[in-house]
């Protein structure tokens, strides 16, 4: 199959990788500009930008695709198919119309579940119990095309997002090359999405990944979970030098109650709505590693009856 591929993340790697493995011809690669990293804020290639030069890839970095020029220069590929996985730009119809067979999108959620920009994070906010990725037909709505191949996974209990994300990458890859062989066959079948069901993945906003004690354990607990590693579920505490931020990469729900946001003991216990957290990973602002709850303590000097706010 002749393919143009469109991706950016981690999570656009592997199925980009599985298909130069299986033999397709790849033509051109579609990411993201690179973008200002690190503390030197250097210029910095996607994860599949600089896997494509490692290959040898002909990459394509517009900041848009809804001009002439740019639907053109897509057009002259002569594409066979589109393959689509977390790119991070919308295609307009000239592009989804360009590759012989359309476009496929590698979506990281059971849909009609999920739609949008953060399906996998929404999944274990949430508390879903499971999970999954599909290949999807794309047309102009959002996420709203028929679906072919589907894998499923459970949210086990204090899954993480980025567990959940590292969990789909692989099955996602295969799923893409069981459809792609499908379609080089000529027998690669879609179902439409039921109408009942359908929920927005909305882009997390820095609001929002604040936590809110007042909830319950559980919605918490999820809550910190499904941010974490990005952006990163956080509180603010007087740690001596006035209001910080702190980020919470894993919690678990456990026995405990008391005022919302009142450090219970020194296992970073902290009272919720309805029952108590346990925090066991955590970052504060500035700083490159992460701690045990118990470590974080010793080191920010709270002591049970802090307040979090």
């Known amino acids: 199959m002749h393919v143009v591929f469109m991706g950016t993340p981690d999570f656009a790697v592997p199925t980009l990788a599985r298909i130069l493995s299986d033999g397709h011809e790849v033509s051109a690669v579609y990411t993201r500009a690179p973008a200002k990293a690190g503390r030197g804020m250097s210029l910095r290639p996607s994860p599949v930008h ?122 996602g890859a295969e799923l893409m090359s069981q459809a792609l062989a499908a379609l080089a066959a000529g027998d690669l079948a879609f179902r439409p999405q039921p109408d009942e069901g359908v929920l927005y993945a909305h882009k997390i906003t820095n609001e929002e990944a604040r936590i809110d004690w007042a909830q319950p354990a559980k919605e918490i607990a999820n809550h910190i979970n499904g941010l974490s590693p990005f952006p990163g579920a956080f509180f603010q505490a007087d740690l001596g030098k006035g209001a910080e931020r702190v980020k919470v990469l894993r919690a678990a729900r456990v026995e405990g109650s008391g005022t919302p946001g009142t450090l219970l003991d020194e296992a970073c216990t902290v009272a919720c709505g309805q029952g108590a957290v346990r925090l066991l990973e955590l970052r504060r602002a500035g700083k490159g590693g992460s701690a045990t709850g118990s470590d974080f303590l010793r080191g920010a000097r709270l002591l049970p009856g802090s307040r979090l706010a």
């Open 50 to 171: 600089a896997l494509a030069e490692s290959e040898g890839l002909a990459v394509h970095t517009p900041v848009t695709l809804r001009t002439e020029e740019a639907a053109r220069v897509f057009a002259a590929h002569e594409a066979d198919i589109a393959v689509v996985v977390a790119y991070g730009l919308l295609l307009p119809e000239p592009i989804l119309d360009a590759p012989r067979h359309g476009c496929l999108n590698l979506h990281g959620s059971l849909l009609p579940r999920w739609r949008g920009a953060a399906p996998i994070q929404r999944a274990v906010m949430a508390g879903d119990a499971e999970s999954g990725v599909g290949v999807m037909r794309m047309e102009k709505g959002l996420d709203t095309g028929p679906v072919s191949f589907e894998g499923r996974l459970p949210i086990t209990e204090g899954m993480t997002a980025g567990e959940l994300h590292d969990a789909l990458m692989p099955l």
